[in-house]
């Protein structure tokens, strides 16, 4: 049984703020962690330009604080997105970055944009998958002795919920790895829910969508990356066939597994279970958390990480009651595909016992 370690919330002293525990939970988790002047991947989601629920940056200072008390050279990483939004090219990525607050000065260790200027820049990672047998993650990833997986835990349109495995599995993948993630995703608009907003055409990074009255998806053109799904207002763009939903999830587990496969010894993950809104930090927008703040989790073990997250979302009082899947209630997805075939993969445990360490 793996070990998960949560911190709440409130504290009433300086030396047991939040940041404090941030830093006590890499203690806990990452006791048996030793760098020896490691590189040290953070891997985060900067945001895109307008959203405001991606990771606060003085609470991965804690972070990278941590990391460095324990021998490591840390940087702050994410990729290249598929789609037109602040973050598809390194230029871009780099500027919305500091925009939102990633500076020297406020964390404390360097961003890098781990594939490149256009997303190209990738390693190849055999790996025995059940739909890969390789995969290409991004060079920056590849080369670094460890990954620190920091995730804001929240909802998202093709996978049921948005967790480490994702953070990882689409977050180190190249241009080229989300490509063959996607590929098999075929979008549906539903003609009586569209509004003809053009959204989605502004988003489509392969320009497969026409918009007139309603949208029109030409899918000989489409590439798969769902965006249109996830950027829509109005929750038009459907993927009827929920096989594709589940295929990705698993292809997702396994391109995380690339990502930690020479790494699982030197890593660690945080899960923020905070800000748990029903979509991702991808669209410009967001909609408010669908329950109210629980805490923070670590854990040597990504599977348990997820897992832990997923139940305490799901145990929770929102709008829908306690024990009801929140996020499937919402997008019709249900996201344990990705848990059961990343342990499946031996990438980690579902079983965990949870260790509040809250008090000290
Ligand atoms: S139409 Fe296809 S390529 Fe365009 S955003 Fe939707 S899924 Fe992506
Ligand atoms: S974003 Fe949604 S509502 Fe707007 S045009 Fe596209 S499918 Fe229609």
């Not at 500076?103 to 820049?121: C, N, R, T």
């Not at 995730?151 to 996978?159: A, Y």
């Not at 007139?212 to 763009?237: N, T």
């Not at 979302?313 to 929102?318: L, R």
Request: a negative charge.
């Amino acid at each position: 049984m793996s070990q998960v370690y949560f911190a709440g919330l409130s504290s009433s002293t300086k030396e047991d703020n939040l940041l404090q525990r941030v830093k006590r939970l890499f203690e806990h988790a990452g006791r048996d962690i030793r760098y020896d002047d490691d590189i040290v991947a953070v891997k985060l989601h900067f945001g895109e330009l307008g959203i405001d629920t991606y990771m606060r940056p003085v609470r991965v200072r804690s972070i990278i604080e941590a990391v460095k008390e324990a021998g490591g050279k840390p940087f702050l990483g994410d990729s290249n997105t598929l789609y037109r939004g602040s973050r598809g090219n390194a230029v871009e990525h780099q500027i919305t970055a500091a925009r939102n607050g990633w500076l020297m000065p406020a964390v404390d260790a360097p961003v890098i944009i781990a594939d490149g200027l256009y997303g190209h820049e990738f390693n190849r990672q055999k790996i025995d998958g059940e739909h890969f047998k390789e995969v290409k993650i991004g060079a920056a990833f590849h080369q670094a002795d460890a990954i620190i997986g920091v995730t804001h835990f929240k909802g998202h349109g093709m996978t049921g919920f948005g967790g480490t495995l994702k953070n990882l599995g689409m977050g180190c993948a190249s241009r080229a790895g989300k490509l063959m993630m996607h590929y098999n995703v075929r979008p549906e608009v539903d003609t009586d829910e569209c509004i003809g907003c053009g959204k989605c055409a502004i988003w489509c990074p392969a320009d497969a969508i026409e918009v007139e009255k309603c949208a029109i998806i030409d899918l000989e053109i489409c590439i798969g990356c769902g965006e249109c799904r996830i950027v829509c207002p109005e929750g038009a763009v459907k993927v009827k066939d929920s096989s594709t939903n589940y295929d990705l999830q698993e292809k997702v587990a396994e391109y995380a597994h690339g990502a930690l496969i020479s790494k699982y010894d030197k890593s660690l993950f945080y899960n923020f279970v905070m800000d748990v809104t029903p979509e991702c930090d991808c669209p410009p927008w967001r909609k408010g958390p669908m329950i109210a703040d629980i805490g923070i989790l670590a854990s040597r073990d990504p599977v348990a990480v997820d897992q832990a997250a997923f139940d305490l979302v799901k145990e929770a009082p929102g709008e829908l009651e306690a024990g009801v899947d929140k996020f499937c209630a919402v997008h019709d997805v249900d996201g344990t595909v990705q848990l059961k075939h990343a342990e499946k993969m031996g990438m980690g445990e579902r079983d965990y016992e949870l260790i509040d360490i809250s008090s000290g």
